[in-house]
Antibody, heavy 122, light 107 residues
Framework: QVQLVQSGAEVKKPGASVKVSCKTS????????IHWVRQAPGQGLEWIGV????????TYAQKFQGRVTMTRDTSTTTVYLELSSLRSEDTALYYC???????????????WGRGTLVTVSS | DIQMTQSPSSLSASVGDRVTITCQAS??????LNWYQQIPGKAPKLLIY???NLETGVPSRFFGSGSGTDFTFSISSLQAEDIATYYC?????????FGGGTRVEIK
């Protein structure tokens, strides 16, 4: 069965970087785009960006340009989100999510990780 | 960026009631709209894609309609397990954007 298993919670100081992983299984890794979405405590959903695991191309939300990097490792079927220059406003639950259609960049997310809590605090 | 305006932000209804949520896009997004359910403490779950298509395994009491800029999501007969926050999301253009969410409670 399809699974997206995310790495554990992180606590970081302002200005630091964090790298969150999303280990996928149960499907052909290179056939489905993966998106990252975050949710601040008590708030709504915010899109961060998308990676195509096939060619590793990425698109990021303008808000995160220059601070975010999404990568993938085809040998371990894992995608990564790295966010740098962290500030308190980055405290949130970070989700990875798979697009429901093969080779579609964004048609709805059918499988989600459980989320990784990133806390930024001095 | 396309703004998604969802209303109401919260509602309270009785079991068995029909519940309706609206989502308005700031520009024409055709039918490139999804609806998600987020139960507290859980990841969002896709219910409706392409504005009106029920995701596999989702109960038929959930219904979506609309196109262009105006969309509606309904639960025909509210059940206790439907307590959640519901979000619309457009995928016509990047960045993908979500509505602010509608919290549904049982009266």
């Amino acid at each position: 069965q399809v699974q997206l298993v995310q790495s554990g919670a992180e606590v970081k100081k302002p200005g630091a970087s964090v790298k969150v992983s999303c280990k996928t299984s149960g499907y052909t890794f290179t056939s489905y785009f993966i998106h990252w979405v975050r949710q601040a405590p008590g708030q709504g959903l915010e899109w961060i960006g998308v990676i195509n695991p096939s060619g590793a191309s990425t698109t990021y939300a303008q808000k995160f340009q220059g601070r975010v990097t999404m990568t993938r490792d085809t040998s371990t079927t894992t995608v990564y989100l790295e966010l740098s220059s962290l500030r308190s406003e980055d405290t949130a639950l970070y989700y990875c999510a798979r697009v429901r259609l093969e080779y579609s960049s964004s048609q709805g997310f059918d499988y989600w990780g459980r989320g990784t809590l990133v806390t930024v605090s001095s | 960026d396309i703004q998604m305006t969802q209303s109401p932000s919260s509602l309270s209804a009785s079991v068995g009631d029909r519940v309706t949520i609206t989502c308005q896009a700031s520009q024409d997004i055709s039918n490139y709209l999804n609806w998600y359910q987020q139960i507290p403490g859980k990841a969002p779950k896709l219910l409706i894609y392409d504005a009106s298509n029920l995701e596999t395994g989702v109960p038929s009491r959930f219904f979506g309609s609309g196109s262009g800029t105006d969309f509606t999501f309904s639960i025909s007969s509210l059940q206790a397990e439907d307590i959640a926050t519901y979000y619309c999301q457009q995928y016509d253009n990047l960045p993908l954007t979500f509505g602010g969410g509608t919290r549904v409670e049982i009266k």
